[in-house]
């Protein structure tokens, strides 16, 4: 006795995938072994079921469910424009990939290589944290990210938040930006007691006063009415006012003095041994927007003589 089989061929059903970044669940599979290829793969289910395949860009099991997607392209996340940094500040950093379907995706910074390509930035670790080192002003650093034949860089601002804190300089009573503009990144002979051009004048009195650390000279501050010539070493000035002689103590002085920790002192002496300093605030005769020639009036008498001498102490606190 015969018998008859019939065979019915009916669609696989499907089964969903998940992860933390999609989940697809289609309701059917086709048992047709369809074949897929890109530029980077190509993949052929028919030859075994549920067969799996992989390369280094992409792991695949045709059992399941899935989609295969091409990176085309990387960039490192700019959340801020400009993006910036201030020094010695640590910085998280972030890559997006993008996809050949137009989809994006969170890259992970475990995977990518890191580097830095200029500027002050420190380091940049293999988890893609940025230090910044330290600088004198504002300056402009890069940083690469790449996996595989793609990259990306990234313009990072380093902010100065610190008048005196540039090794080797810091903390030595001197801004950063004007030893660095003088002396260059490691001078010898920018600090502050030093005087590299010999002309008595320490680089501290030559900052406070206006004048080249470089360049030695005698002359006085000059001015003419209320037009500021040069910075110049402090000089006495006679003018008359009301008919009669007045005698002052003029000198060039910074007009941010103050808000670079500076202090100028003006002392009299009959002597050149006993000195007096004056309390007159000073009045400003002229300027040319950075430093100032300001004046105070003679003390007339140190101990019961007449004062003949004056001097300037400047300090730097």
């Known amino acids: 006795m015969r018998r008859l089989w019939l065979v019915f061929l009916l669609p696989l059903a499907a089964r969903g995938g998940t992860s933390a970044d999609y989940s697809i669940g289609p309701v059917v599979l086709d048992g047709g072994g369809v074949a897929g290829s890109s530029a980077a793969y190509s993949v ?39 993006m910036t940094l201030n020094e010695r500040a640590a910085l998280q950093l972030a890559v ?18 890191w580097s830095v390509q200029s500027g002050p930035l420190a380091s940049i670790n293999s988890t893609g944290l940025a230090t910044a080192g330290s600088v004198y002003q504002n300056t402009v650093a890069v940083g690469r990210a790449a996996i595989g034949s793609l990259s990306d860089t990234l313009n990072l601002t380093i902010a100065n938040t610190g008048l005196d804190d540039l090794a080797p300089y810091a903390a030595d009573g001197l801004p950063d930006v004007w030893q660095v503009s003088h002396f260059g990144l490691n001078g010898t002979q920018a600090s502050i007691n030093s005087d590299a051009d010999s002309d008595s004048l320490s680089n501290l009195q030559e900052y406070a006063f206006g004048t080249n650390p470089l360049q030695a000279s005698g002359a ?3 001015w003419s009415g209320s037009t500021f010539l040069s910075a110049g070493v402090p000089v006495p000035y006679a003018t008359t006012v009301n008919g009669s002689f007045s005698y002052r103590a003029v000198f060039s002085r910074r007009k941010d003095y103050s808000a670079v920790g500076l202090s100028y002192a003006v002392e009299f002496s009959a002597d050149l041994v006993t ?41 730097s606190r």
């Open 44 to 82: 052929n289910p028919a030859t075994a079921a549920g067969a799996a395949g992989a390369s280094l860009n992409y792991a695949v099991r045709t059992g399941y469910a899935g989609q295969l997607l091409d990176r085309v392209s990387i960039a490192i996340d700019e959340p801020t424009s400009p």
């Open 96 to 113: 997006t990939e993008f996809h050949d379907d137009s989809t994006r995706g969170i890259l992970p910074v475990e995977s990518v290589s």
């Open 220 to 222: 006085a501050v000059q």
């Open 275 to 315: 000195w007096k300093a004056s309390t007159t605030t000073p009045t400003r005769l002229a300027d040319n927007g950075e430093v100032e020639a300001v004046y105070v009036p003679y003390i007339i008498f140190v101990n019961g003589r007449k004062a003949t001498f004056f001097r300037v102490k400047v300090q």
